[in-house]
């Protein structure tokens, strides 16, 4: 294996413990081709980061609360499963739409996804990188929601600049949450995001929710889309046959 950059190293780094849940630093040190001091300095930065915890000769993988951590640190998280689901978001987007992405490292995983094989649209979107991402293909036309910015966030928050998004006639919102239940629809943690995100829901004419497995029964702080609002549903996952009759009673399809 050739000679790896330190922020290439350490998503390998979590992807093993993202398999195995545990790894020792000798296992790393023959894996990666790399010095067992700079793995232990690594597993030190990752742990500060909240990812994982130092054991005795190496690492184990924390149960992962995204509310807690930065977006840097939520973006390597489950990197497969985002991956997974933002391919099958992808093939639902056509030519000539106006399409909104939330600020979660989901949406920023599709505006990748789209940047690889571009169509014409119009991108509406409250995150910082997912815009940056997009700048500089002509193909898009992207707009970004003002509002205010907070220490390690990524998003553009309040309903201060929310106006103009009675002005634009927006197809498909894609978002993520931090859970999905029947009872409270899309929940999240962020209370000043939420309220620019009801909004976006409001404004659009399809919610698409981008879930993991671990979103499902799962309800945070606070709701921002009723199970009435959310349309459809991807996930990486084979949900139950009671899930899926469950969300055919609400009129939402499940890819």
Do not use: W
């Not at 940047?115 to 409250?126: E, S």
Request: charged share 30%.
């Amino acid at each position: 294996m050739g000679k790896m950059f330190i922020e290439e190293r350490r998503n390998k780094i979590l992807d093993y413990l993202d398999k195995e849940q545990r790894i020792t630093v000798k296992v790393l040190s023959k894996r990666l081709n790399v010095s067992e001091a700079t793995l232990r300095n690594d597993l030190s930065d990752l742990e500060k980061e909240g990812v994982l915890k130092r054991t005795h000769g190496g690492a184990i993988l924390l149960d992962y609360d995204q509310s807690k951590y930065s977006f840097s640190t939520r973006e390597k998280i489950n990197r497969k499963e985002k991956n997974y689901i933002s391919s099958k978001a992808e093939k639902i987007i056509t030519d000539n739409q106006c399409i909104l992405l939330d600020a979660s490292s989901t949406a920023l995983e599709l505006a990748k996804k789209i940047k690889t094989n571009p169509k014409r649209l119009t991108i509406v979107t409250n995150g910082i990188y997912t815009a940056l991402e997009l700048r500089d293909v002509p193909e898009f036309t992207v707009i970004l929601i003002g509002g205010v910015i907070r220490m390690g966030s990524s998003a553009l928050e309040s309903t201060i600049d929310a106006g103009v998004l009675g002005k634009i006639n927006i197809d498909i919102m894609f978002t993520s949450a931090s859970g999905f239940d029947f009872e409270n629809g899309l929940t999240d943690f962020n209370v000043y995001e939420v309220d620019l995100k009801k909004e976006m829901v409001k404004a659009s004419n399809r919610v698409v929710a981008l879930l993991d497995h671990s979103k499902f029964g799962k309800s945070s702080l606070v709701s921002f889309a009723s199970i009435k609002q959310i349309n459809t549903i991807i996930t990486d996952d084979i949900i139950s046959t009671e899930y899926k009759m469950e969300l055919q009673k609400h009129n939402i399809s499940y890819i």
